[in-house]
C-alpha cells in the first residue's frame, strides 16, 4: 500500500559480464559518470555503481556490477532440512520458480564494445546480431570512449525489465 506522496521504487540489478579487457569498467563508469580511461587498471572483484532513472514517473534504480571476469556465476537451488518434501514438490517448485524468473524478470543482452576501431574490427556486427537473435539476447554495438550507444543500451535492458516487472 502506497502513502500519498510516496513514489514507487525499483531496485533492478545489472551485471557486466565479458572477457578481461573488453571495456566492462569504461562502459559503466562512461555510463554512470561519463569517464573514460584510456588506461584503465584491471578490476579486482567487483563492484557497483547506482544509477537512477524516471520511468513513467517512477523512480528506477540500476545497481550495476562491474566484474573482473574471471568469474563464473553459479545459482544455489536451496531447500530447508527442516521441511519434509526436498522431492517432487520442492524441486517443481525450484523450476517454476527458476523459469518464471528467467522469463519475465531478467533481461540479457549481447554488446560488442569498442565499436569506434571500426578500422581493426574482428566481429562484423552481422556476427552479434545473429548470435543475439540465435540465443534470444537483445544486441547493440558500443563504444565507451565515444559514447555510442552506452546510454541507450543500459535504458533498454532497465526498461525491459521494468515493464516485465511492472
Ligand atoms: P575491462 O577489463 O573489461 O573492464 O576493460 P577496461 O574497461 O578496463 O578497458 C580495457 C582497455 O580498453 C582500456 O585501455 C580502455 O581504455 C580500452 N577501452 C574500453 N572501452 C573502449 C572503447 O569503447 N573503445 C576503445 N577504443 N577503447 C576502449
Ligand atoms: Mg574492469
Same mark, same amino acid.
Given at each position: ?32 559518470? @561519463?569517464?573514460?580511461? =584510456? ?6 572483484? %567487483? #563492484? ?8 513513467? *514517473? ?54 560488442? @564494445?569498442?565499436?569506434? =576501431? ?6 562484423? %556486427? #552481422? ?8 540465443? *534470444? ?30
Amino acid at each position: 500500500d502506497e502513502s500519498e506522496g510516496e513514489t514507487e521504487e525499483y531496485l533492478f540489478k545489472v551485471v557486466i559480464i565479458g572477457d578481461s579487457a573488453v571495456g566492462k569498467s569504461n562502459l559503466l563508469s562512461r555510463y554512470a559518470r @561519463n569517464e573514460f580511461n =584510456l588506461h584503465s587498471k584491471a578490476t579486482i572483484g %567487483v #563492484e557497483f555503481q547506482t544509477q537512477s532513472m524516471d520511468i513513467d *514517473g517512477k523512480d528506477v534504480k540500476a545497481q550495476i556490477w562491474d566484474t573482473a571476469g574471471q568469474e563464473r556465476f553459479f545459482f544455489f537451488l536451496l531447500y530447508s532440512t527442516c521441511r519434509s518434501g526436498v522431492g517432487e514438490c520442492s524441486r517443481n517448485e525450484c523450476e517454476d520458480h527458476y523459469e518464471a524468473h528467467s522469463d519475465t524478470t531478467v533481461a540479457k543482452m549481447l554488446v560488442g @564494445n569498442k565499436c569506434d =576501431l571500426d578500422n581493426i574490427r574482428e566481429v562484423p %556486427v #552481422e556476427e552479434g546480431k545473429a548470435l543475439a537473435e540465435a540465443e *534470444g539476447l537483445f544486441f547493440m554495438e558500443t563504444s565507451a570512449l565515444d559514447s555510442t550507444n552506452v546510454k541507450t543500451a543500459f535504458e533498454i535492458v532497465i526498461k525491459e525489465i521494468y515493464s516485465n516487472v511492472s
